[in-house]
């Protein structure tokens, strides 16, 4: 009888030593191959055949004459109005099929494109995913928007996540892609501070980019796309990344530049950091206007407070499939402007989170002379 149990507990014991060493080669696999993009790194920007024929100078940007903006995260093609998210509480960690996925991130780019946009700023576009069945939904974006300018900023490029265990998210490769219709001259990747701890490898990398479109009085436009922090995130790194953002920012408008930014803030862009309000997710606190420099506002500042309470949410918490007056919304995504441009009209758009679970941001604007 002893004999037997003896066999069973060495049995046992190999079994959770190969379990041990797995999981100690795992540890060591994600903390080799994790890195981060290097900062201040320049971006390629694309064009069509149609654009290369195109005189720069006719194609400028002029004062005083109407331009619009969109920004719409379309989280990576998985979130259809029934999906619900691991990391926000929910089940999945993929989407649903690869199927899903292209007619997903097809609709996403059909809604952008239908609104005419001059300038898109389109996050979590996926190159290469686990989570999007390694469609490339880049090109999927680049074929809505023919005839104008591209440029992507990667976001990040992870390792294989094990977890959840049931449905390991794997590696993702994925990032920020600007849609231009006027030359975009240069661009620039800037890294965000981000966490070192562990919680690293779950909000992996962030960043924005810088793009610069001529005008025709010899200034720019200059455009920041962006998607800030969401999980993991604390007060310093926080802190540490709308610092960084203002004061590139602001270097831009002292130059004499004007200055468009545009994406995911993850903040909620409609609360007031004074106000007390127990409904705030730690995913979501109030974007602290105080930080703004001088000369720069959020475009939804400048509506009416009917505007602004009338607004639909732009994105909804993906713990549950979404349930209308139920799942928790709230808006993250919008446009910081400088003195210089002019807010002309602003909507969130509302599908009911058709094809992401954030809806698009729409904004029309002038450049002052």
Same mark, same amino acid.
């Given at each position: ?85 691991? !990391? &926000?509480?929910?089940?999945? $960690? ?6 899903? #996925? ?15 946009? &001059? ?16 469609? +490339?939904?880049? +090109? ?31 590696? $993702? ?48 436009? #200059?455009?920041?796309?962006?998607? !800030?922090?969401?999980?993991?995130? $604390? ?8 610092? !960084? ?15 468009? =930014? ?80 002019? =807010? ?26």
């Amino acid at each position: 009888m002893k004999k037997p149990i003896k066999k069973l507990l060495k049995i046992v014991g190999i079994v959770l030593a190969l379990i041990l060493l797995a999981l100690v080669g795992y540890i060591i696999y994600l903390y080799a191959s994790y890195h981060r993009i290097e900062d201040n790194l320049p971006l390629q920007v694309e064009t069509s055949a149609n654009n290369e024929e195109a005189s720069e100078t006719d194609d400028m940007l002029t004062t005083g004459q109407k331009y619009s903006a969109l920004t719409y995260n379309i989280g990576f093609g998985a979130y259809t109005p029934d999906f619900s998210f691991f !990391m &926000d509480g929910g089940k999945s $960690s993929w989407a649903k099929s690869k199927d899903s #996925v292209l007619k997903t991130v097809q609709g996403a780019g059909n809604l952008a494109a239908s609104k005419d946009p &001059d300038f898109a700023m389109i996050e979590e576009v996926d190159l290469d995913s686990t989570r999007s069945y390694h469609v +490339n939904e880049y +090109n999927i974006l680049k074929d809505c928007f023919p005839d104008y300018y591209y440029v992507f900023a990667q976001n990040y490029d992870s390792a294989f996540l094990f977890y959840p265990f049931t449905q390991p998210h794997g590696s $993702s490769k994925s990032g920020i892609g600007l849609f231009s219709r006027y030359p975009v001259t240069s661009a620039l990747r800037r890294s965000f501070p981000v966490s070192t701890s562990f919680t690293k490898f779950f909000d992996l990398d962030r960043c924005y980019s810088i793009s610069r479109v001529p005008v025709d009085n010899g200034k720019e436009l #200059v455009i920041f796309a962006l998607h !800030m922090s969401a999980y993991g995130n $604390s007060d310093a790194i926080r802190e540490g990344q709308i610092a !960084m953002l203002t004061a590139d920012m602001q270097k831009e408008y002292e130059a004499g530049n004007y200055v468009l =930014c545009g994406g995911d803030f993850n903040h909620d862009l409609k609360a007031s950091a004074n106000e007390e309000n127990s409904e705030y997710q730690s995913w979501a606190y109030p974007f602290p206007r105080e930080e703004l420099p001088d000369h720069f506002s959020f475009c939804l500042d400048q509506l009416s407070e009917e505007e602004r309470s009338n607004l639909w949410n732009s994105a909804r918490n993906a713990d549950m499939e979404y349930e209308e007056g139920v799942t928790y919304t709230v808006t993250l995504d919008g446009f910081i402007i400088s003195d210089n441009v002019e =807010c002309v009209s602003y909507e969130n758009i509302n599908t009911g989170y058709t094809w992401s679970d954030h809806d698009p941001v729409y904004l029309k604007f002038r450049l002052n002379r």
